[in-house]
């Protein structure tokens, strides 16, 4: 027996068909995700909450912290900042851990540095952030490009990781599963773009990246990977894959939500990462 264990959470999301009625001639729209309600849960206000700064490989890295507990870094996909993260999704996992959100190098509050921007580059500026902050090794929860160095990182520091959610995920953006996002990356590097210079670098690192596919299987840790059924970026097969090649990885999917889905589904998403980090997952899953 496969001694992969894929875990397939449905985590009480059901599609609702919307009968439309009225002045209209369309009667039946796209199903749509049940989600909770994110006001009756914890957030956090960014701010409210001061950027702090840290020097790593030559580099200042802006950054914000929230709640207490066993640390958690969580890496920014493509174009994001510290900003751009979900205050309701931030607040439920601050609940019971040390959050750290920070931005990549030439992005948001942070400072840049001359030399090519690569993969392999954030994911060390990941791997330094933690000894600066004090810690030898940090939870990671990387979304979409932060997913990319997040196995980067563990596969370049694997000391530096204690369990690993990726979010959004793929192994690599040179694949028939992901033409939208090499479309979107190749639109950002191309002549006369009027993207920022760092979401540039971002971009050129993603497409320059080798992808991690063989060295999945040498991945040694608790990883959980997490997607939404309607995510034509990092399409939900491409996650299913790598569960195969990393033993006893789990794969959470959640019906009808998009690329990172904790901007929709906050309340879902943060509960399901507290689920993950917080359990011992050995024994109820172990291979008979």
């Known amino acids: 027996m496969n001694k992969n264990h894929i875990f397939i959470l449905t985590i009480a999301l059901t599609i609702c068909l919307i009968v439309m009625t009225g002045c209209t001639s369309t009667l039946n729209a796209p199903a749509q995700p049940q989600v909770t309600p994110a006001h009756n849960y914890p957030t956090v206000s960014f701010n409210a909450t001061p950027v702090k700064h840290v020097q790593v490989n030559g580099v200042s ?95 370049d520091h694997p000391e530096r990781v204690r369990k690993l959610v990726l979010d959004s995920v793929t192994y690599s953006v040179h694949i028939p599963e992901t033409t939208t996002l090499l479309g979107i990356l190749e639109s950002v590097v191309a002549p006369n773009s009027t993207y920022s210079e760092g979401v540039q670098h971002e971009a050129q690192a993603d497409l320059a990246w080798n992808g991690s596919w063989d060295k999945l299987p040498g991945i040694q840790k608790d990883v959980m990977m997490v997607e939404g059924t309607a995510d034509v970026i990092t399409p939900d097969g491409v996650a299913a894959n790598m569960t195969r090649q990393i033993n006893g990885s789990w794969l959470v999917r959640f019906k009808g939500l998009p690329h990172i889905g904790s901007q929709k589904a906050p309340v879902e998403y943060g509960m399901n990462g507290l689920d993950f980090l917080g359990m011992n997952e050995s024994a109820p899953y172990a291979a008979p």
């Open 61 to 155: 890295l802006g950054y914000r912290e929230f709640g207490s507990g066993e640390p958690l870094l969580m890496l920014a996909g493509f174009g994001e900042t510290i900003d751009s993260w979900n205050q309701t999704f931030i607040g439920i996992l601050a609940t019971k851990y040390h959050v750290y959100t920070y931005d990549h190098r030439g992005m948001g509050y942070s400072s840049d540095s001359n030399g090519t921007h690569t993969i392999a580059l954030y994911a060390d500026d990941a791997a330094a952030i933690m000894p600066a902050l004090g810690y030898d090794s940090m939870h990671v929860y990387g979304v979409s490009m932060g997913s990319s160095i997040a196995q980067q990182l563990v596969i």
